[in-house]
């Protein structure tokens, strides 16, 4: 579809206060296997650290919507994987994570009684990851113009594997049906590649879907040519409408 064919109706009131998108928020198992793929790997910078946090004022804030739907079923929070910060029994550590033009959350819940930037997590991780899950989100990280991407792909697996990070996995774009099929695939196939002209505002994206250390859902994408001038041309209609209005 093209964008002219996309009706625009006017913002309301309320979008003159919005800044844009601050950072985004992902819970993970393993707290230390994630800082060191989001900082060492990727070279983020850790710029909060809060550890422990608990308490009644945490515990409305995060969960209360959560512990409302267990009362009203009549069941203990604990059971729907609500944790139990208001009394402490559980505890929430958070590290905020700069990169270039974006800023990482990640949260890890656990028992008061485990140890920091471990594996220890409150709730069990849901054993299936797809990406058609309702309510799925997933991090997408922005490449450079001049990076090789199933170059940098290839890198970036031997480079995790290195780390013990098993769970790092990258989709390839033609069909597999093992794990050893995937990882003996030509490099050439690391990356979706969408520059057909036919794609229309689209030409111009390389994408890679892959897990995190933790399963969590990532994308690297590299935006050139039509894409590319897309974007830039979107975001001066965006300030010039924020300033006019």
């Known amino acids: 579809m093209k964008i002219e064919q996309i009706e625009h109706k006017t913002s309301s009131a309320l979008s003159k206060h919005l800044r844009g998108v601050h ?13 060191e793929f989001y900082t060492e790997v990727l070279g983020g910078r850790i710029i909060i650290a809060e550890i422990g946090l608990a308490g009644d004022t945490m515990h409305n804030t995060l969960l209360q919507k959560e512990e409302i739907d267990a009362i009203e079923k009549g ?5 729907i994987g609500v944790p139990n910060l208001r009394e402490g029994k559980d505890n929430l550590d958070v590290y905020f994570i700069q990169f270039d033009n974006v800023v990482l959350e990640l949260l890890q819940y656990r028992s008061a009684s485990a140890p920091p930037n471990s594996s220890a997590a409150f709730a069990a991780k849901n054993p299936y ?3 058609a899950y309702i309510n799925s989100m997933h991090i997408s990280f922005y490449l450079n113009d001049e990076v090789d991407v199933d170059e940098f792909v290839k890198n970036l697996e031997t480079e995790c594997q290195k780390r013990g990070m098993t769970q790092v996995r990258f989709n390839r774009i033609i069909q597999v049906r093992s794990e050893e099929e995937r990882t003996k695939v030509n490099p050439k196939y690391n990356s979706c590649k969408l520059f057909d002209p036919s794609l229309g505002d689209f030409e111009g994206w390389t994408l890679v879907y892959f897990k ?3 399963g969590e859902q990532l994308e690297f994408n590299q935006v050139l040519r039509k894409a590319k001038l897309r974007f830039q041309s979107a975001q001066e209609e965006f300030l010039k409408a924020r300033t006019q209005g």
């Open 75 to 79: 069941v203990d929070p604990r059971t």
């Open 129 to 131: 990851s797809s990406p």
């Open 23 to 35: 950072h985004v928020g992902v819970t993970v198992e393993d707290m230390g296997k994630s800082l």
């Open 212 to 214: 995190g250390p933790n």
